[in-house]
């Protein structure tokens, strides 16, 4: 009995276990253990909000996956240096972002961190990470 009782047991972890392997592998473009959206998801919001032109969309995904490391790196800073550290790194994505924009472009840009902005604040209001 108790034989058949460990077989069950190790049947049903490996069950559980296939099917979250199984979820992970649906799902590839996930960021893993992260928050918020991919860099591709990004780029694809801003291909279509601020319609960058097929030379701008390579040099835009660059800045965003140049930010995107930076600030896994971050995850190592010591916790009293981070805020400021992220912050600076925001600002210099920011200015190489802009540098990348034509005029027409930059409004609509600087619309759409503002409503980032919003979010991100509604979104520490209500105890979000």
């Known amino acids: 009995?108790?034989?058949?009782?460990?077989?069950?047991?190790?049947?049903?972890v490996g069950a559980l276990t296939l099917g979250q392997v199984a979820r992970a592998e649906e799902a590839p473009d996930a960021k893993k253990g992260g928050?918020?959206?991919?860099?591709?998801?990004?780029?694809?919001?801003?291909?279509?909000?601020?319609?960058l032109s097929d030379e701008?969309?390579?040099?835009v995904k660059a800045v965003l996956e140049e930010g995107?490391?930076?600030?896994?790196?971050?995850?190592?800073?010591?916790?009293?240096?981070?805020?400021e550290k992220a912050k600076a790194l925001f600002a210099e994505q920011d200015k190489k972002m802009k540098a990348l924009l034509t005029a027409e472009q930059l409004p609509k840009y600087e619309a759409m961190q503002e409503e980032m902005k919003k979010k991100m604040a509604e979104k520490r209001k209500k105890g979000g990470s």
């Open 1 to 12: 009995m108790k034989i058949l009782n460990a077989c069950w047991m190790v049947l049903a």
């Open 35 to 51: 928050h918020g959206p991919t860099v591709d998801q990004i780029l694809e919001k801003m291909t279509t909000e601020l319609k």
């Open 56 to 59: 701008q969309k390579p040099k």
């Open 68 to 83: 995107q490391k930076a600030r896994a790196a971050l995850k190592e800073t010591a916790k009293e240096e981070r805020a």
